[in-house]
Structure formats: structure tokens, C-alpha cells
């Protein structure tokens, strides 16, 4: 019983993965493009993401910045959390706690950066919708990754910015399937900086 119920995890997992890899693949594709054309021109990118989603901001700059699976020179990347730029860690005034993203934005942020947006399961986030707005504000093209009901996210991206769904409701399937896309995002970036290697 145990097994199975563990089991069922794998399954349901390589079953979602397996529906989605036509579909995501293009909007993944054209985020590695949009990241491409900005790290080259001199950009950088800005990530961020609320609660477990931050993990994922973090762990797509540190790939960029550091290494993703092969050696290369480092990129500009960094991600953005409250405890970013805050002297003595003190807690955000009164009335901006939601305007902490957007605030280290409009800071970081010029013409011509990418800011990338873990949305997860956070259809209705003010502080993510204050920061893809800000973004825009700054002229920048913005990469969001959502999962279950994308709510109003669609009415705020542009016309330059790339949408990932993930259409599962479900918390752990949605991780998932943002680190899978993470780690295609960074391979493919990797592969137009450094040219094709075959995958191990």
C-alpha cells in the first residue's frame, strides 16, 4: 500500500512531464532566446519567486553565474528576496511589505534586462504583479513561470515577454515541473553561448 502510494508519485510525475514537453518547449525555447540576446548585449537577468519559488530564482542565477553542466564564463544573474539590499534586516515599512520585488527592481533593473517571474501557484501575488509591472516600467521583457489557474497573469505580460504554464494545480507537480524547465532553460542557454554537446 505504502509502495503503490509512493509509486504513484513517479507515475503521475513522468505522466505530466511526458504531456507537457511538446507544449513547453517552445515558450522555454523563447525564454533561453530572450536571456541569450540579453546576457550578450550586456543585460542581466533578475529572478525572483515567493516562498519555495524563491529556491527556484535562486537556483536558475546560480546555475547562470556560476555553472549549469559545463564551464563557461559567468553570467550576469541575481535574484531578488527581501533580505536583498535591506540595511540591518529591517522589516519593510509600513504599507510596502508587497513592494519589496518591484522596489529592487526599479534599483537593478535597466532597458534591456530580463527579469524571470516564479509565479507557481501565486496567481494573485501583489508583490509579483508589482514587479512584472515595474519591469515593464524599466523597459524590460519579462519570463513567468505559473502553474495551476493562471488567473489575470495573461492581461499583464507583453507583447516581448514569454508565459511557461504549467497547467497542474497541484503544489509538489508544479516544482516539479519548474526545476525540469529551470534546468532546459539553462541547458539551452548554455547551448547557444557554447554550441551543442550531446546530453549524458
Do not use: N
Not at 527556484?56 to 553542466?69: D, K, Y
Amino acid at each position: 500500500m505504502l509502495e503503490a502510494r509512493i509509486q504513484h508519485h513517479f507515475f503521475e510525475t513522468a505522466d505530466l512531464l511526458y504531456q507537457v514537453a511538446e507544449s513547453l518547449s517552445r515558450p522555454i525555447a523563447e525564454a533561453a532566446q530572450a536571456a541569450v540576446g540579453c546576457l550578450t548585449a550586456g543585460g542581466k537577468l533578475l529572478a525572483c519567486g515567493q516562498g519555495a519559488d524563491a529556491d527556484l530564482a535562486a537556483a536558475l542565477c546560480g546555475a547562470l553565474t556560476l555553472r549549469f553542466e559545463r564551464e563557461r564564463p559567468p553570467l550576469a544573474a541575481l535574484a531578488l528576496g527581501p533580505g536583498l539590499g535591506r540595511p540591518l534586516a529591517l522589516p519593510p515599512a509600513p504599507g510596502h511589505g508587497e513592494d519589496v520585488f518591484a522596489a529592487q527592481l526599479r534599483a537593478l533593473g535597466h532597458p534591456g534586462d530580463l527579469l524571470v517571474v516564479f509565479a507557481g501557484l501565486y496567481s494573485d501575488d501583489p508583490a509579483l504583479r508589482a514587479v512584472v509591472q515595474a519591469a515593464h516600467q524599466q523597459e524590460m521583457s519579462v519570463v513567468l513561470f505559473t502553474g495551476g489557474d493562471p488567473g489575470a497573469w495573461p492581461d499583464l505580460l507583453a507583447e516581448t515577454d514569454v508565459w511557461v504554464p504549467v497547467a497542474t494545480a497541484r503544489p509538489a507537480r508544479v516544482r516539479e515541473l519548474h526545476l525540469m524547465a529551470t534546468h532546459a532553460l539553462c541547458d539551452a542557454i548554455d547551448m547557444q553561448l557554447l554550441g551543442e554537446e550531446s546530453p549524458s
